[in-house]
């Protein structure tokens, strides 16, 4: 763990696994409703799972388990072709399974993307978990490529009959209220505020819960803290609300 400084809001923001040059190890976190969490350095970044755990844990009633299989730059083609991904599935107990790899706007990014989560999606269904599309963000510097993106996810989720998680679309919505917002950390991955966003949109998705109200602090099971300033968490939970579809998780 380490301290990124340039964000003093956010103490003990942490970076995972080395950040951009490591791997997760598999291994469920907690007790309750199970989440198996698949993809790269933008889930273990700013852990991302850790902090949809954290929005359970803050909120009383459900709780979540949370495992990921994540390593630097895979694409969930190659979490298929590895196979640790699919033998976590296998083992079973999911509610859901989180799939995600890099914005997949261009054809052929997006085509891997489609064939891979028709992959995962059978053997998801096999274990009668439901599959979750996590819908990346592209580079800052490649904003326009926004539309493409959420188009590549969203076709992804309906080819298995799955859950879009429309995280891409809430930072759309954020920044359309302060488009100041600063939801990337280095230009690729994303700063606290865009971590938090990201978490408020797949917890509220699956457990088809409201954004509004749900704290601006959160210790992580890891002994983290990530700590969104009052105003900039409203602002983040309206984005929230203003994209996730009631009861999607269901």
């Not at 964000?7 to 291994?27: E, N, Q, R, S």
């Not at 917890?203 to 983290?224: E, F, I, M």
């Amino acid at each position: 763990m380490r301290l990124l400084r340039r964000f003093p809001l956010a103490v003990l923001f942490i970076a995972l696994a080395a950040c951009l040059g490591g791997t997760t190890d598999p291994g469920i976190i907690g007790e309750g409703r199970r989440v198996l969490f698949v993809g790269n350095s933008y889930l273990y970044f700013a852990d991302i799972p850790g902090i949809v755990q954290a929005l359970a844990d803050s909120a009383g009633g459900d709780q979540l388990a949370v495992e990921t299989v994540a390593g630097a730059d895979l694409a969930l083609i190659d979490h298929w072709n590895q196979g640790t991904a699919r033998h976590e599935i296998a083992e079973g107990g999911w509610e859901w399974v989180v799939l995600q790899q890099g914005p997949s706007s261009v054809e052929v990014n997006r085509d891997t993307l489609r064939l891979a989560t028709q992959l995962f999606g059978g053997a998801i269904a096999t274990v009668q978990a439901r599959t979750a599309l996590f819908s990346a963000w592209p580079q800052e510097n490649r904003r326009q490529d926004f539309p493409r993106a959420i188009e590549s996810y969203t076709l992804a989720a309906a080819d298995v009959n799955g859950i879009l998680l429309p995280i891409a679309a809430a930072w759309l919505a954020a920044w359309a209220r302060n488009p100041n917002l600063r939801l990337y950390a280095d230009g690729l991955h994303p700063s606290p505020q865009g971590a938090y966003l990201s978490a408020l949109v797949i917890y509220c998705t699956l457990l088809g819960k409201t954004p509004a109200g749900l704290p601006a602090v959160l210790r992580l099971r890891s002994g983290a803290v990530i700590s969104i300033a009052a105003p900039e968490a409203a602002l983040l939970q309206a984005a929230a609300t203003d994209v996730i579809q009631p009861g999607a998780g269901r």
